[in-house]
Protein backbone atom coordinates (compact mmCIF):
# COMPACT_ATOMS: atom_id res chain seq x y z
CA UNK A 1 0.00 0.00 0.00
CA UNK A 2 0.96 3.69 -0.91
CA UNK A 3 2.35 5.66 2.16
CA UNK A 4 0.30 8.40 2.13
CA UNK A 5 1.80 11.43 4.49
CA UNK A 6 1.60 15.32 5.75
CA UNK A 7 4.46 17.57 5.54
CA UNK A 8 3.96 19.86 8.56
CA UNK A 9 5.81 22.92 9.58
CA UNK A 10 8.08 22.87 12.05
CA UNK A 11 5.55 24.89 14.81
CA UNK A 12 3.22 22.53 13.84
CA UNK A 13 5.02 19.02 13.54
CA UNK A 14 5.49 18.41 17.57
CA UNK A 15 1.66 19.45 18.05
CA UNK A 16 0.79 16.39 15.60
CA UNK A 17 3.31 14.07 16.43
CA UNK A 18 1.26 10.84 17.67
CA UNK A 19 -2.30 11.90 17.03
CA UNK A 20 -2.87 10.25 14.46
CA UNK A 21 -4.05 6.62 15.47
CA UNK A 22 -7.25 4.29 14.63
CA UNK A 23 -6.04 1.14 14.59
CA UNK A 24 -9.35 0.82 16.93
CA UNK A 25 -12.43 2.21 17.38
CA UNK A 26 -11.60 3.37 21.25
CA UNK A 27 -8.06 4.77 19.19
CA UNK A 28 -9.88 6.63 16.71
CA UNK A 29 -12.43 8.42 18.94
CA UNK A 30 -9.31 9.87 20.71
CA UNK A 31 -7.32 10.82 17.56
CA UNK A 32 -10.82 12.58 16.92
CA UNK A 33 -11.07 14.40 20.56
CA UNK A 34 -7.34 15.28 20.08
CA UNK A 35 -7.60 16.76 16.66
CA UNK A 36 -11.05 19.10 18.26
CA UNK A 37 -8.94 20.42 20.92
CA UNK A 38 -6.42 20.99 18.84
CA UNK A 39 -8.81 22.90 16.20
CA UNK A 40 -10.01 24.41 19.12
CA UNK A 41 -6.88 25.99 20.55
CA UNK A 42 -6.06 27.17 16.91
CA UNK A 43 -9.11 29.22 16.54
CA UNK A 44 -8.96 30.73 19.88
CA UNK A 45 -5.33 32.00 18.69
CA UNK A 46 -6.84 32.67 15.29
CA UNK A 47 -4.36 30.27 13.83
CA UNK A 48 -5.79 29.25 10.19
CA UNK A 49 -2.84 27.21 9.58
CA UNK A 50 -2.98 24.87 12.32
CA UNK A 51 -6.84 24.61 12.14
CA UNK A 52 -6.32 23.81 8.06
CA UNK A 53 -3.46 21.56 10.06
CA UNK A 54 -6.23 19.82 12.01
CA UNK A 55 -8.42 19.15 8.75
CA UNK A 56 -5.66 17.97 6.83
CA UNK A 57 -4.57 14.88 9.83
CA UNK A 58 -8.27 13.86 9.66
CA UNK A 59 -8.44 13.98 5.72
CA UNK A 60 -4.75 12.21 5.95
CA UNK A 61 -6.64 9.40 8.70
CA UNK A 62 -9.88 8.86 6.38
CA UNK A 63 -8.08 8.49 3.56
CA UNK A 64 -5.95 5.73 4.90
CA UNK A 65 -8.60 4.10 6.33
CA UNK A 66 -10.43 3.97 2.95
CA UNK A 67 -7.41 2.49 1.31
CA UNK A 68 -7.29 0.04 3.62
CA UNK A 69 -10.88 -0.92 3.73
CA UNK A 70 -10.56 -1.50 0.07
CA UNK A 71 -7.97 -3.82 0.18
CA UNK A 72 -8.41 -7.33 -0.32
CA UNK A 73 -5.70 -8.60 1.32
CA UNK A 74 -7.45 -7.21 4.75
CA UNK A 75 -9.66 -9.57 6.28
CA UNK A 76 -12.82 -8.83 6.05
CA UNK A 77 -13.88 -7.85 9.87
CA UNK A 78 -11.02 -5.08 9.48
CA UNK A 79 -12.04 -3.84 6.27
CA UNK A 80 -15.63 -3.57 7.95
CA UNK A 81 -13.67 -1.43 10.48
CA UNK A 82 -11.78 0.70 8.49
CA UNK A 83 -14.88 1.91 6.50
CA UNK A 84 -16.48 2.62 9.78
CA UNK A 85 -13.88 4.48 10.83
CA UNK A 86 -13.15 6.49 7.51
CA UNK A 87 -17.27 7.46 8.09
CA UNK A 88 -16.01 8.62 11.36
CA UNK A 89 -13.40 11.04 9.57
CA UNK A 90 -15.83 12.22 7.16
CA UNK A 91 -18.56 13.04 9.80
CA UNK A 92 -15.87 14.94 11.81
CA UNK A 93 -14.55 16.86 8.66
CA UNK A 94 -18.18 18.04 7.73
CA UNK A 95 -20.24 18.43 10.94
CA UNK A 96 -17.96 18.56 13.45
CA UNK A 97 -19.99 20.39 15.76
CA UNK A 98 -22.18 17.56 15.64
CA UNK A 99 -19.44 14.60 15.55
CA UNK A 100 -20.27 13.95 19.80
CA UNK A 101 -23.70 13.67 19.64
CA UNK A 102 -23.69 11.23 16.27
CA UNK A 103 -21.08 9.15 17.52
CA UNK A 104 -23.29 8.55 20.96
CA UNK A 105 -26.48 7.61 18.79
CA UNK A 106 -24.15 5.56 16.14
CA UNK A 107 -22.78 3.56 19.52
CA UNK A 108 -25.94 2.41 20.18
CA UNK A 109 -27.07 0.70 17.14
CA UNK A 110 -26.88 -2.70 16.79
CA UNK A 111 -24.92 -2.18 13.12
CA UNK A 112 -22.20 -0.78 15.30
CA UNK A 113 -22.39 -3.55 18.52
CA UNK A 114 -21.49 -5.93 15.59
CA UNK A 115 -18.42 -4.70 14.51
CA UNK A 116 -17.75 -3.57 17.95
CA UNK A 117 -17.93 -7.55 18.39
CA UNK A 118 -15.48 -8.31 15.22
CA UNK A 119 -12.79 -5.84 17.02
CA UNK A 120 -13.34 -7.64 20.15
CA UNK A 121 -12.71 -11.23 19.03
CA UNK A 122 -10.03 -9.65 16.69
CA UNK A 123 -7.70 -8.44 20.14
CA UNK A 124 -8.76 -11.77 21.82
CA UNK A 125 -7.17 -13.83 18.74
CA UNK A 126 -4.15 -11.81 18.04
CA UNK A 127 -3.95 -10.48 22.15
CA UNK A 128 -3.22 -6.74 20.62
CA UNK A 129 -6.17 -4.82 19.61
CA UNK A 130 -4.30 -2.20 18.58
CA UNK A 131 -1.93 -3.68 15.98
CA UNK A 132 -1.63 -2.05 12.29
CA UNK A 133 -2.48 1.49 13.11
CA UNK A 134 -0.12 4.15 12.55
CA UNK A 135 1.15 7.17 15.09
CA UNK A 136 2.38 9.69 12.54
CA UNK A 137 0.77 12.12 10.70
Given at each position: ???????????????????????????????????????????????????EYCRQVAA??????????????????????????????????????????????????????????????????????????????
Amino acid sequence: MARIDLQLDPPYREAFAGVLSFSSFSETEQTIKQLENLCRKYRVASDKKGMEYCRQVAALGRRRAELISRNKRVSLPKRLQKQEIAVWFKIWLETPALFDDWLVMRKNTEEFRKLLEFEDIRGKKTGDRYASGSKNP
